[in-house]
C-alpha cells in the first residue's frame, strides 16, 4: 500500500470505497469525503490516486458486475443476452458497489 495522502482513494477491509479528506497519522484515523466516515488506519487494505486500482472482481460498477480486470481497463460479460463482454476506464466510473458491500445486503431464504 502507498503512502496515504488528502485526495487518495481508499479501500476498507469492509469494502468501503471513499477519498481522503483529512489524515491524521497521530491519532491513527482517515476522514474520508464530506466527513461522511472515519476510518483507523489499520483497516485500509487498498489505497491509490487512481479509483480504478481499488476496484475487484466481483464488484458493480455503473450496474455491472466487473468480470475481469487488465491494462487498467474493467471488463464486463453478459451471460444473460449475446452482448458479448465490453470494458471501461476509470474516467467513465460513475459508481460503486463492493462485493463486500452485496455479501453484507444479501438476504438467504431458508428453506426451514
Known sequence: MSKLKKGMYIRSGKGII??????DIKDNYIVCSNNREN???????????DIIDLIEEGDLV???????????????????CA???????GKNIKTIITHE???EMEYVISNE
Open 18 to 23: 471513499d477519498k481522503i479528506h483529512r489524515y
Open 62 to 80: 455503473n450496474g455491472n458486475e466487473v468480470d475481469h480486470i487488465k491494462n487498467n481497463k474493467l471488463g464486463f460479460r453478459f451471460d444473460r
Open 101 to 103: 458491500q452485496l455479501k
Open 39 to 49: 476510518f483507523i488506519i489499520d483497516t485500509v487494505v487498498k489505497s491509490s490516486h
Open 83 to 89: 452482448c458479448g463482454s465490453y470494458e471501461i476506464e
